[in-house]
């Protein structure tokens, strides 16, 4: 194996290790009942079943639950070495409803890393694969290690 693809799994394993503590203190992902599927530097899958009790007075899904799992997916992505990383800002948009029975999975993906700041893209979508939003987050790196 080559020192760059020997770099690269070690910091995809420091990576995975580090976000598996992360989400192993995170009490509302758990909650929820999300699951992540993947967990790669600049790259994370997360899924959701959305319950009744995810519902609004509408019987759809509730905007701030879609958020919330795109959120969770943007975490686990920009926290991609040992440096805590938190939200600096982000934005969704909701493109189609859901109902309690669907499972919801939101992957997220790096577009940019530059310093101390980075943009990532989630996009959630249903069981069919039919997109339900799109979220734009924006991160920063602290001074912290975990």
């Known amino acids: 194996m080559t020192d760059a693809a020997t770099d690269t799994m070690t910091d995809t394993v420091t990576a995975a290790r580090a976000n598996r503590a992360m989400m192993a203190q995170d009490q509302a992902s758990a909650a929820l009942g999300m699951h992540v599927e993947r967990d790669d530097p600049g790259h994370a ?3 959701m079943r959305v319950r009744e009790d995810m519902t609004n007075g509408f019987a759809i899904t509730h905007g701030g639950l879609v958020f919330t799992l795109a959120d969770t997916a943007f975490a686990i992505a920009c926290n991609e070495d040992d440096t805590v990383t938190v939200a600096a800002g982000a934005d969704i948009t909701f493109l189609k409803s859901t109902v309690a029975g669907q499972t919801l999975t939101a992957t997220a993906v790096r577009r ?3 310093g101390r ?3 990532y893209d989630v996009s959630v979508v ?11 987050g924006r991160s920063i790196s602290t001074n912290r290690t975990r």
Do not use: Q
Not at 126 to 136: K, L
């Open 45 to 47: 899958v997360v899924s």
């Open 112 to 114: 940019t890393r530059t």
């Open 126 to 136: 249903d069981e069919h694969g039919d997109p339900v939003a799109e979220f734009r």
């Open 117 to 119: 700041t980075g943009l």
